[in-house]
């Protein structure tokens, strides 16, 4: 079956530093992959939308320069959260596909102290 | 029109029982509809999907069960075991739109 990897799994870090998390699809090409953020007892959020080679389309409300996407290739994405706060305290979650269906990383949970 | 409304919030079942999940749209355009399965600190995962060509689907214990005219889908776990316990999204989608998810069922099972 498709497998999609997500790391780090689980990052704490100080407030005000970068944290770049990676999700790459392991055995398929993925010419879409999303983020998506989840909060304790929630359903998934999505945040952005990115094509390989193309910039990333972000959902309204979201900041495009507070989470820098990154599609370079058709098996790798990046989520960088950039000057990170205790507020963007989350559990992220990416996810790829060629056609439907989306596979899912297992997510990464980010602690900013 | 791209809501998924998805009850109950949350779902007990004895052992041994039936799990029933249901799930309303509004937007025709949607023509497939997954169901996932999220166990706490994981991603979500693939469960069973339909297309609106069919009306049900059934995988092992799994069976999605597609209402087009009343645009509403379910999914029924038989024979419900404690390790079906989790919380378990639907979503909708059309071409290779976005997925649009429900609001999740925190399903329970007790012995």
């Known amino acids: 079956g498709a497998v999609v990897s997500q790391h780090p799994s689980w990052v704490i870090c100080k407030s005000g530093t970068s944290v770049k998390i990676e999700c790459r699809s392991l055995?398929?090409?993925?010419?879409?992959m999303f983020w998506y953020r989840q909060f304790p007892k929630q359903s998934l959020m999505l945040m952005a939308t990115?094509?390989?080679?193309?910039?990333?389309?972000?959902e309204q409300g979201v900041e495009k320069d507070k989470f820098l996407i990154n599609h370079a290739s058709l098996t790798l994405s990046t989520l960088t959260v950039t000057s990170a706060h205790p507020e963007d305290s989350s559990f992220y979650i990416c996810?790829?596909?060629?056609?439907?269906?989306?596979?899912f990383g297992d997510g990464t949970r980010l602690s900013i102290l | 029109q791209q809501q998924v409304k998805q009850s109950p919030q949350s779902l007990i079942v004895q052992k041994g029982g039936i799990s029933i999940i249901n799930c309303a749209y509004e937007?025709?355009?949607?023509?497939?509809f997954p169901w996932y399965q999220q166990f706490p600190g994981k991603g979500p995962a693939l469960l069973i999907a339909?297309?609106?060509?069919?009306s049900e689907k059934k995988e092992g214990r799994f069976t999605i069960s597609f209402n087009k005219s009343a645009k509403q889908f379910s999914l029924h776990i038989m024979d419900s075991q404690p390790g079906d316990s989790a919380t378990y999204f639907c979503?909708?989608?059309?071409?290779?739109?976005?997925?649009?998810f429900g609001t999740g069922t925190r399903l329970t099972i007790i012995p």
């Open positions: 339909i297309r609106p060509d069919v």
């Open positions: 055995d398929f090409q993925a010419t879409t």
């Open positions: 990115s094509n390989e080679g193309s910039k990333a389309t972000y």
């Open positions: 937007n025709t355009a949607f023509d497939y």
């Open positions: 979503a909708a989608g059309f071409g290779n739109e976005k997925l649009t």
């Open positions: 996810s790829a596909r060629d056609n439907q269906p989306q596979h």
